[in-house]
Nanobody, 117 residues
Framework: VQLQASGGGLVQAGGSLKLSCVARGMIWSTFTTSRRGWYRQAPGKQRELVAELTDDGMTNYQDSVKGRFTISKDNSKKTVYLQMLSLEPEDTAVYYC?????????WGQGTLVTVSS
């Protein structure tokens, strides 16, 4: 199984980006019943949860991104997205997608998001 993340880049404050993460080699039923999330790690800081989509369809967001970020999925493509609006310099980080299924924990390679002021 390989999680391939994309969509990062350089954007001005107030701009938007949409991240994508494709779960290659994952059985469809595993993808659709797993917990899928996006994490980020800023320089000098610990990795933190940004948003997650639980196996029962609930969404959870870090307080700092509520109302600005939206996590979604396309099961047919085994892809999870993170739509980011009204980006702030504090959102600058490497973003990682994550899929948890039982005891298995899969991570993408990370995609860099840089927000300039």
């Amino acid at each position: 199984v390989q999680l391939q993340a994309s969509g990062g880049g350089l954007v001005q404050a107030g701009g938007s980006l949409k991240l994508s993460c494709v779960a290659r080699g994952m059985i469809w039923s595993t993808f659709t019943t797993s917990r899928r999330g996006w994490y980020r790690q800023a320089p000098g800081k610990q990795r933190e949860l940004v948003a997650e989509l639980t196996d029962d369809g609930m969404t959870n967001y870090q307080d700092s991104v509520k109302g600005r970020f939206t996590i979604s999925k396309d099961n047919s493509k085994k892809t999870v997205y993170l739509q980011m609006l009204s980006l702030e310099p504090e959102d600058t980080a490497v973003y990682y997608c994550n899929v948890k299924y039982g005891s298995r924990d899969y991570w993408g390679q990370g995609t860099l998001v840089t927000v300039s002021s």
